[in-house]
């Protein structure tokens, strides 16, 4: 019997990915029909719209679990499937209490795709092509999202719009039960019991490193395009358009990251010196905030920030070994999220008192942190 394709594979498991995000990331796009439908406050729709990633954190960790007890090609099936079932729901709930819940809920579901394709690539991808092929997993994102802002818009009403999502996630998850082959797994050792990889400090230290350089990621994602119009004057179409295009240049940066890893034949020491990078390009960023310098300089830190974050995903699938790997993603996942979710409000703290240049300032310093913290051994296999 012939081995299945692993490139396949890969498209499948990216495929539950960016089904994920197309709801849980493209909500936003509907917070203006959120409001007038609804009749909420702009603060009250934005609870809405963050509740798929609320929904999303609790269950990363018990996803990951399932995934490596009972199967990648289970556990993203079944993940989806739940996901299009709350959205369905959800597009026809009146009461916002009621669709919050239901949107929660529906994260929760969509969360099995992001430990569970992880492990497809570590299943299915050799060491030596496993960087490469988790970068271009690791594009599911801003792919799912880009999707959401095509689908979104042509929709007139909000209800409309998740049936969408819904449909979207529901044959995703048809595709990936008929088609996705779980990877062979290693065959345990007689009379032993594969013990915790969180014995080891390295994989410690990558979560933490990867929590760390969240905060610049997410400080020129958030404010680059207000900087833009505040500090630089731009028109806000035209700062928008800069972006959406650092967006795709930001893909592009992780499958290169991806392609260096595998080449060097370690994870952890590219994550290392892009650390460092990333840290230098916001220390002249916050240098230069106030001068013309400042729209180029914010544009490669948000490009630079984002480059990287396969290299971490691999490291912690690597680390973890085949039997944890479900497990490690998942709160690699859960760790970056929780640091996501309180940076932008931090970081507008620090600008509304003391300016962008501070705000970048000790971006940097944390990305430098997380150089220092980032483990120097190879990472096996």
Known sequence: MSSPNRWAMLSLGM???GAGCVFMYGL???LPAIQSELHLTLAQAGILVGAP????LCTLIAWGWAADRYGERLAMTAGLTLAAVFLGAAAFASDPVVLGVLLALA????????AASGRVVLGWFPKERRGVAMGWRQTAQPLGVAVAGVVAPRFGTVSGALVAMAVICGVTAVAVG?????????????GRRAGSPYRDPALWRVHGASML?????FTTSAFALTYLMVAQDWDVAQAGQLIAAAQFAGAGGRLLCGTWSDRVGSRVRPMRSLAAINATAMVLLALAAATSWGTPLVIAALVISMSGNGLAFTAVSELAGGSWAGR???TQNTGQNLVAAATPAAVGVVVTGAGFAVAFAVAGVLALAAACVTPSEPVSS
């Not at 990633?53 to 999303?56: N, P, R, V, Y």
């Not at 994260?107 to 992001?114: P, R, Y």
């Open 328 to 330: 490690a993603l998942g």
């Open 15 to 17: 495929a539950a990915q």
């Open 107 to 114: 994260g929760a579901g969509g969360a099995a795709s992001n």
């Open 213 to 217: 350089l969240v905060v610049p990621q």
């Open 178 to 190: 008929m088609l996705v082959a779980d990877p062979p797994r290693a065959s345990a050792v007689p």
């Open 53 to 56: 990633s609320a929904g999303m």
């Open 28 to 30: 936003p796009f509907l």
